[in-house]
């Protein structure tokens, strides 16, 4: 009887609007519903109790809310020392050359360089924490950009730059700091209605054909669009 009216009670409570923001914002915040927060914090601990080595690699950066939850979660879980490796145009979408990538547009998601290191400083991430590399994808992921990068690993790769192509791109320059146990997050999966002819779902089918000592584990599906996978690669020197 009593459980019967606290139930409704909270039925009612939940109805009110104010109320009803609250709990969104809670679930949209939480760690417990799968969204790319949470879906970050499971990756930070998958890393720390598997040990597995290297640094936090973002494709798609935008206005920085994934970035600075890797950043708040690289604190939470004490990883010292891991760099947090940024890519984006800063200019937003590169022209769509693809015609079934026609739900997004040309220079959607601009937010330039110096606005981007406002909104990160503004939420606490120290510059001497992150780097930034700059440019469309097919000029900046190069031989320099492998250089600068030479002997790291990436341990958390959050892939968020929509189209096909661009997530082309950034799997064929990813592959060689792919280690046993890395965590790859796709944000955009299950885009197109889940169709595995399109966007990211695409280009991953396609790079695991082209590179057949790479095996991409399902590992989490998380809201609305995304899937996280564990690399296994007999690449890496680490088991
Ligand atoms: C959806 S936004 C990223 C959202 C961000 N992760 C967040 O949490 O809000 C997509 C980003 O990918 C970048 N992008 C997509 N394709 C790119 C390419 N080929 N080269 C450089 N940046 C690209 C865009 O500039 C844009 O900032």
Redo the contacts with the bound molecule.
């Keep these: 009887m009593l459980r019967e009216k606290l139930i409704n009670w909270a039925r009612v409570l939940a109805d009110c609007p104010l109320v009803s923001r609250v709990l969104e914002g809670i679930d949209l915040h939480s760690d417990n519903r799968m969204r790319?927060r949470g879906m970050l914090a499971q990756a930070f601990e998958f890393k720390m109790i598997n040990d597995v080595p290297g640094d936090y690699f973002?494709?798609?950066?935008?206005?920085?809310?994934?970035?600075i939850y890797a950043h708040r979660l690289s604190q939470r879980y004490g990883c010292k020392g891991m760099k947090l490796w940024g890519?984006?145009?800063?200019?937003?979408?590169?022209k769509i050359d693809d015609a079934r990538d026609n739900i997004w547009s040309t220079g959607e998601?601009?937010?330039s360089d110096a606005e981007l290191r406002k909104l990160l400083r503004r939420s606490g991430v120290p510059e001497k924490h992150y780097e930034l590399v700059p440019?469309?994808?097919?000029d900046?992921l190069n031989e320099a950009l492998h250089a600068r990068l030479s002997g790291a690993h990436a341990a958390i790769v959050?892939i968020?730059?929509?189209?096909y192509?661009?997530t082309r791109?950034v799997m064929s320059f990813l592959k060689r700091y792919l280690v046993n146990g890395s965590i790859v997050c796709f944000?955009d999966f299950y885009c197109y209605k889940g169709s595995p002819d399109q966007g990211e779902q695409r280009a991953l089918r396609e790079f695991l054909v082209e590179n057949r000592d790479i095996t991409f584990v399902p590992w989490s599906d998380y809201a609305p669009l995304g899937k996280a996978f564990i690399v296994r690669t007999s690449r890496s020197e680490n088991e």
């Excluded at 494709?59 to 809310?65: E, I, T, V, Y």
């Excluded at 890519?87 to 590169?94: E, I, K, Q, R, V």
């Excluded at 968020?160 to 189209?163: A, Q, R, S, V």
């Design positions: 790319e973002e494709f798609g950066l935008w206005r920085g809310k994934t970035f890519f984006d145009s800063f200019a937003g979408l590169p998601f601009a937010c440019g469309y994808y097919e900046s959050y968020d730059c929509d189209l192509s661009s791109q944000d």
